[in-house]
């Protein structure tokens, strides 16, 4: 079967990587991926070194212009199924697979996101068959369906699984607390910074390692400085190096939403990183307090601080904590993710339904 993931944002996401995630599964399962995004993106850049078949389409402000363009692509392909994320792309997708007389539209709801039907999705839903995959069973029962709706989809997110063999523990000369946000900087990570100025008086050694979209700037670096932390603190906004971060890592803090908390917790997690974070819905997904994180009632500096002192005292504890987060990466395969991608792809192969 051939289907094809299409993409219109311009920065890198967790969104963008779970549609290269599912591209890999599905892939070495026999199918013919395509992947459709902006040229000259951080998105094409980074589906390209993965290895994945990246056609870039242009950038243009015109819906119709970017249908007939991605419509070349089915056809040129033969695309059974074409996946998108947003109302827009749902709506260029539609057109485009009307304009190419062939294939469905599947749109994925990121992890407690919600299903929305404003004009673009309505019209696209006239256009075109589609059908709905979804990260969470709850998400679905939540989410109102179109009539119309092909058979909606449960897709888990997942990450490879831990090493066989974790790395042996032992003291360390440098501990470091990785912070993972999404885009934009979000308040918590101001509060990061002053936690560990709280915490850099009685911990020499610590060092906190920012990552994520424009960690880089100026308003972070200044920050940092008047805290007076400006030595101890690193920025990047490379996600290529979060797993060298996380490979050095005693802790891990993520602030983010949707896919980019969902792939942030479970790279800790397959790290073998313990996870501190406020308590809410998509977090007690990934983190059970005590197994392999804490779930702290807030996030201001002064009670975070005090539960990263307590658990760098307890060098026990820690341990346990970065064992159960290597173990319950395992609860999250890329088989039960690939399964939920294929089944949304048959569905949407039902030629009976592509002109409803």
Do not use: K
Request: glycine share 8%; proline share 6%.
């Amino acid at each position: 079967m051939r289907v094809c993931f299409h993409h219109a944002g311009m920065e890198w996401s967790g969104s963008a990587r779970a549609f290269a995630e599912a591209a890999r599964a599905l892939g070495s399962r026999g199918y013919e991926v395509t992947m459709a995004c902006r040229e000259g993106t951080d998105v094409e850049r980074r589906w390209s070194a993965a290895g994945l078949d990246v056609i870039p389409l242009t950038a243009t402000r015109s819906l119709w212009r970017a249908a007939w363009e991605l419509r070349g692509v089915l056809r040129s392909r033969f695309v059974e199924a074409v996946f998108v994320h947003t109302e827009l792309e749902q709506l260029v997708a539609a057109a485009a697979v009307r304009l190419a007389g062939r294939g469905a539209v599947v749109r994925r709801v990121p992890p407690h996101g919600q299903l929305t039907h404003r004009r673009d999705a309505t019209l696209a839903g006239g256009l075109a068959a589609t059908g709905f995959l979804f990260a969470f069973a709850e998400d679905l029962r939540a989410a109102r369906l179109p009539s119309r709706a092909l058979e909606p989809v449960v897709a888990p997110p997942a990450v490879e699984a831990p090493p066989p063999t974790p790395a042996p523990e032992g003291a360390v000369d440098e501990r470091t607390i990785a912070c993972l946000f999404g885009a934009p900087p979000h308040a918590p990570v101001i509060g990061i910074l002053r936690t560990m100025a709280l915490l850099a008086e009685r911990h020499p050694v610590l060092r906190l390692a920012l990552v994520g979209p424009r960690a880089d700037n100026d308003a972070l670096r200044i920050q940092a400085a008047a805290l007076g932390i400006g030595g101890v603190v690193s920025r990047t906004a490379d996600p290529s190096e979060c797993a060298a971060i996380l490979e050095r890592s005693t802790i891990a803090c993520v602030f983010a939403d949707g896919d980019d908390a969902s792939y942030g917790m479970l790279d800790c997690l397959a790290a073998g990183v313990p996870v501190i974070a406020g308590r809410d819905p998509l977090t007690s997904r990934y983190v059970t307090d005590g197994e392999n994180g804490l779930l702290v009632p807030t996030l201001d500096a002064p009670a975070m601080a005090a539960s990263i002192a307590a658990l760098l005292a307890d060098v026990v504890r820690l341990a346990r904590l970065a064992r159960g987060a290597r173990e319950s990466a395992g609860r999250w395969p890329v088989s039960a993710m690939a399964d939920g991608f294929e089944r949304a792809a048959a569905t949407a192969r039902d030629r009976t339904r592509w002109r409803a």
